[in-house]
């Protein structure tokens, strides 16, 4: 394990994914952490990440000097470069000249840490103060214009440190310089490859669950897809998936969880048809936060219903009760609400349908270490369908949000006509992995006049929402070239009766939205 150490910086994730691209297993745990617990990991390395404060500032969090005392190899970044040089008894200094953004680098001594660096590389910088001497027994390495000592290393004593962002992809040879620190400072070996991802979940799972049985609501989604092909290739036929069709899915979804999840895994697969359940009770609700309460609501009305009728089928004839619900939480999640540590049962609030508190089970969390990107690699890893594994992401409650207005079969039949045309068009263009999500959007109660063959129509708009992002958080429109632009235009208001009119949706989140609801 490399321990990375958040200083309360954004990059503190990105570090330990890079570093896991690295093949080398990577935790992040928070600078208020004791260094003794730390060191209780047996970590083969500890990264320290960058943070907002300057090491001055009042309150900045400070770096234990024992933590260099333990022979275990450090990298510091940004901050916890200052922060390494000051407990070593380097200096800091306010030098008045903050550099943000790229900069030119002046290589002095390639050393380990820089081999195959030159002069003029360009890296991703962020900060106010910079080390103006390196502590004794340190080689400097290179600087820039701004900065004295902008990269430094001490390899026998398994320490080194970088004034700016490797992590960042700006940072150009930063994945080079992360690994050489890992490999050959820190003497770790790339041995967290999928396989072994794989291997050690599996193991976990059988350790944990014995002979009981297990509960997975398949939601359609990465996550609880992979989540629940690890427990199934863990614990076989004691797992039993329940996918619940609310009606509310775009073309062909459903019928790739039915047929193609069960032909990848084999899985127990338990189909819960409620589409009419939630029309009916969608009937005419137009309010976006009425549709996802009653959707909420339902959903686990019937979860709940579908897992005690599994479980008292599991209770019959001495068979093992059900004591385990399957979650598909990721590491981020896990991270964000201030864990990682302990086996706190951290509620996702991401995840389907958000199951209540009470529902009686203990939770599985196989993907609880992993990244989104690890995520699908596992996915693949276990030969789940493509389409599966880089499916986009899509709201839980599904098309419903999509369509602005009242919810009803016909309209959800025009909204998944559209929806798949646009869908086939992207996929066709091969840009699916480019934009991060299509929402398609039908403008129920608006009508325009449009004319088609000989004939005056009076029907709906439909809007294109194609959008660029790392996390959802924050979104860009995505710059669609305009002859798939035009296919997809064209095809819809061909092929689709209703819809004469085709819009695109050019605005950033914030001040929009993802989805229209
Ligand atoms: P917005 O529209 O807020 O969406 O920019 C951010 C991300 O979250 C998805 N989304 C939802 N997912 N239930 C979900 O499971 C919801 O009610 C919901 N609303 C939005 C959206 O698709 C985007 O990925």
């Not at 896991?20 to 260094?35: D, G, K, Q």
């Not at 943000?100 to 002046?106: E, Y």
């Not at 991703?124 to 990269?151: C, E, K, N, Q, R």
């Not at 609400?337 to 509620?347: L, P, V």
Request: with cysteine; glycine share 10%.
């Amino acid at each position: 394990t490399v321990l990375v150490v958040d200083f309360g910086a954004q990059y503190a994730q990105l570090i330990a994914r890079r570093v896991r691209e690295a093949r080398v297993y990577s935790e992040i745990v928070p600078h208020t952490m004791p260094v003794a617990a730390m060191l209780a990991k047996n970590p083969k390395a500890i990264i320290l990440s960058g943070g907002p404060s300057s090491v001055y500032a009042e309150g900045a969090p400070a770096v234990d000097p024992a933590l260099f005392q333990a022979g275990v190899p450090a990298f510091g970044i940004c901050y916890g470069f200052q922060a390494m040089a000051r407990a070593l008894g380097g200096t800091v200094a306010h030098t008045g000249r903050s550099e943000f953004g790229r900069t030119d680098l002046a290589v002095q001594a390639e050393g380990t840490l820089l081999q195959g660096v030159d002069t003029g590389t360009k890296v991703w910088m962020s900060h106010g103060d910079s080390v103006t001497a390196a502590p004794a027994g340190f080689a400097v390495l290179a600087g820039t214009p701004d900065t004295p000592v902008a990269a430094f290393e001490d390899t026998a004593r398994g320490l080194a440190g970088v004034q700016w962002h490797p992590e960042v992809l700006h940072s150009e040879h930063g994945q080079a310089v992360l690994q050489h620190f890992l490999y050959e400072i820190a003497g770790a070996r790339p041995t967290w490859t999928m396989a072994n991802i794989v291997d050690e979940t599996v193991t976990a799972v059988r350790a944990q669950v014995g002979a009981k049985r297990v509960i997975c609501a398949l939601s359609g989604g990465v996550d609880s897809a992979v989540a629940a092909a690890l427990v199934q290739k863990a614990v076989g036929a004691q797992l039993t998936c329940v996918y619940v069709d609310h009606g509310l899915m775009r073309q062909g979804e459903t019928e790739q969880v039915e047929r193609d999840y069960v032909a990848a895994t084999g899985v127990d697969l338990h189909v819960v048809d409620a589409a009419d359940r939630f029309l009916t009770q969608l009937k005419g609700v137009e309010d976006p936060e009425e549709k996802r309460k009653i959707i909420g609501r339902e959903f686990i009305r019937v979860f709940e219903t579908a897992a005690r009728d599994i479980v008292a089928a599991a209770g019959e004839d001495g068979v093992e009760p059900v004591e385990f619900l399957v979650q598909g939480t990721l590491y981020p999640d896990v991270v964000e609400s201030g864990g990682g540590e302990g086996t706190a049962n951290i509620k996702s609030h991401h995840n389907v349908g958000g199951l209540p508190d009470d529902l009686q089970f203990t939770l599985i969390e196989p993907l609880r270490t992993l990244f989104k990107d690890e995520v699908r690699a596992v996915g693949e890893e276990l030969g789940l369908p493509a389409e599966m594994v880089w499916r986009q992401p899509f709201p839980g409650p599904g098309l419903a949000i999509r369509i602005v207005g009242a919810v009803d079969s016909e309209r959800l039949a025009i909204l998944r006509r559209a929806d798949a045309i646009a869908r086939a068009e992207l996929t066709a263009a091969g840009l699916d992995r480019e934009v991060w999500q299509f929402p398609v959007v039908l403008l129920a109660d608006v009508r325009s006049v449009g004319v088609q063959g000989d004939g005056r129509t009076y029907g709906h708009p439909i809007v294109l929402r194609p959008v660029s992002s790392e996390d959802a958080m924050t979104a860009d429109w995505s710059r669609l070239p305009y002859e798939v632009l035009e296919r997809i235009s064209t095809r819809i208001t061909n092929e689709v009766r209703e819809v004469n009119r085709v819009v695109l949706d050019v605005t950033s989140k914030p001040p929009g939205t993802i989805e229209w609801e």
